[in-house]
């Protein structure tokens, strides 16, 4: 298959151990894996929590500024790089989308906790005080489990593994919990925003999806309105636009290829899209990669 994008790296090329699992200091992570500082996509998820440094991290063109206790996730296929000053350190997991299948019932699992659906605002955490010595001892208990070639010692990784994305999980759902109407909308706007990811390309109006949710158009709006503060058709539209700079970094695609693949109709109208949502034209923004790494603030 043909690369649309930065360099994409799959698990089995960071481990010397197992082909699917990595756990690891991320000091040492980092050292060894130099060429992981330029931007580029996973075929695998991928989970840092820093305890020491600064600098910041970009995720699908958002820029996060890099602190103590910080953790932040990643779904397959999205964008990112570091850019640290001084010493940067924590803990890193790999994990590739089969180390779970055989484990667990619902081979999607994984994809209904919020960090991992690929919203790079719902993957960034900021974990509480009275968190942070519990979050490092699972990481430390993981480590040496990663290592193993026991099916035994792999199922109790797996096992940690879950404990603490449900712990994670946990921080945000104290105030849903307060709120049965909230968790309801919330649920909802998951599962719209599930359905925009896999659609995008070829359903670009609201009521579409109300329908495959059994909800008016409307209702679907005030959803979005409250929860994210923006419309259901500013989802699509940003969704459409986020997957349009994915494609443009590769400069192999002309700008015409790039419209085609996202089922514009021509060059123009996709120029015209892409300027009023991105607020720069495709040249623009692709030349900017090029220049810096990076999109024009």
Known sequence: MKQQGYPIYDIAG???????????????????????????????????YFTKGSGYHSIDFDRFPVQPHQLYAMAPSQVHHWNFEGDVDGYVLNFSASFFQSFLLRPDYIDDFPFFQGIAQQSVLDIPRSMQPAITELFEEMIPLAASLRELQLDKLRVLILKLFLDLTGINMEAAARSPHLSYSATLLRSFQKLVDKHFSELRLPRYYAAMLHITPNYLNTICSDLLGQSAGAVIRNRITLEAKRLLVNPTLSIATVAYMLNFEDNSYFTKFFKKNAGITPEAFRKSLMITGNPTE
Request: glycine residues 0%.
């Open 14 to 48: 960071l481990t010397t151990f197992r082909p699917d699992i990595v756990v690891r200091p991320f000091a040492a992570y980092r050292k060894e894996h130099r060429k992981l500082h330029v931007p580029h996509r996973h075929r695998f998820y991928h989970m840092v």
